[in-house]
């Protein structure tokens, strides 16, 4: 059997403001869950999903209960270089995260079998 490629989910969009943040990771989990392995990029103000009070995130309870699946999975999120605020609360939860630079995210599209871009 050939070896699987990973799904790469690029989100960037804002967890303060939009639903699709939490969507994207929602549906990320469900692909691990499936054994796919899984990129998750976070940009912009996407790094706000590691915040550690949810109440100012839409779907803030759906936004912790998931990323607590994933930490417990031990998925870490690769986070776009100088996008992690310097507030000491952001990751306070201790999630796996990893640094990714602009090349490194652009280097990651090659390797992928599929996207979800949000």
């Known amino acids: 059997m050939a070896a699987r490629h990973p799904v790469l989910v690029l989100i960037s969009e804002d967890p303060r403001v939009s639903h699709r943040a939490n969507e994207a990771m929602r549906i990320a989990l469900g692909l691990v869950a499936g054994e796919t392995p899984v990129d998750i990029v976070l940009t912009g103000p ?14 803030g309870d759906d ?6 699946s994933l930490k417990k999975l031990g998925i870490p999120f ?14 306070a939860h201790g999630h796996p995260v990893a640094p990714i630079t602009t090349e490194g995210i652009a280097a990651l ?10």
């Open 109 to 118: 599209v090659p390797k992928a079998e599929r996207f979800l871009v949000f």
């Open 63 to 68: 936004i912790a209960k998931f990323r607590a």
């Open 78 to 91: 690769l986070v776009e270089a100088g996008a992690a605020p310097a507030d000491p609360s952001w990751n």
């Open 46 to 59: 996407a790094v706000h999903l590691l915040d550690e009070d949810t109440d100012d995130l839409v779907d």
